[in-house]
């Protein structure tokens, strides 16, 4: 149980376009879902929480309008990259808990984003 | 300011044997603790939470312990094989349900 996948597993694209991430909890409904961003060799770092039905909240020196964030189901969150330069090519994941259990999180495989 | 810290070196250690990660933290009052194990390319898969009223949790071959006044917690693997070679991360959250990652420690474990 608790299963977490996010398509696609990995993207390149041409610097200017926009990339959609897809985040998606299996077999369980997720009020709450994270988005990070990692680049090698550092740590997760949190770029917003996304609620069902609402505005995600996003971090500290996060661009909301650059990093779209839609949370329109109990099971899908997307994450769409808009006008991606090659700055913004690092590791995307995404975690959910479980309405159940708020305490944990459970990650998403992530997807690797290239730009050009 | 908030810090996590964890070993950035690499741990190598020789199967069979124990490993043990620490996690120290300082400017945090941390309602619970995390330590989430990642691979390469992937993302981090949850191992073990332990709480602030609680000393120590076992599940398996793995052990946490959580000591608030050192503000430190501890990780061992114990008869520890090839397979548990990857990062492990520890996470705090102070309250609500958002985690800050400390930068891993690597852990190789050698035949």
């Known amino acids: 149980g608790a299963v977490v996948s996010q398509h696609p597993s990995w993207v390149i694209c041409k610097s200017g376009t926009s990339v959609k991430i897809e985040c998606r909890s299996l077999d369980f409904q997720a009020t709450t879902m994270f988005w990070y961003r990692q680049f090698p060799k550092q740590s997760l770092m949190l770029m917003a929480t996304?609620?069902?039905?609402?505005?995600?909240?996003?971090e500290q020196g996060v661009e909301k309008d650059k990093f779209l964030i839609n949370h329109a189901s109990l099971t899908l969150s997307t994450l769409t990259v808009t006008s991606a330069h090659p700055e913004d090519s690092s590791f995307y994941i995404c975690?959910?808990?479980?309405?159940?259990?708020?305490?944990?999180?459970?990650f998403g495989p992530g997807t690797r984003l290239t730009v050009l | 300011s908030q810090k996590i810290e964890q070993n950035s070196e690499a741990l190598n250690i020789q199967e069979g044997k124990t490993a043990t990660l620490t996690c120290n933290y300082t400017n945090y009052s941390p309602a619970y603790l995390q330590w989430y194990r990642q691979d390469p390319g992937r993302g981090p898969v949850f191992l073990l939470l332990?709480?602030?009223?609680?000393k120590e949790k076992r599940k398996e071959r793995l052990k946490v312990t959580f000591d608030t006044t050192l503000k430190q917690s501890l990780f061992h693997i114990t008869a520890s094989q090839p397979a548990d070679s990857a990062t492990y991360l520890c996470a705090l959250t102070g309250g609500g349900n958002k985690l800050t990652f400390g930068t891993g420690t690597q852990l190789k474990v050698e035949l």
């Open positions: 975690s959910a808990s479980d309405s159940g259990d708020t305490d944990t999180q459970y």
């Open positions: 332990i709480r602030e009223n609680e």
């Open positions: 996304s609620n069902e039905g609402s505005k995600a909240t996003y």
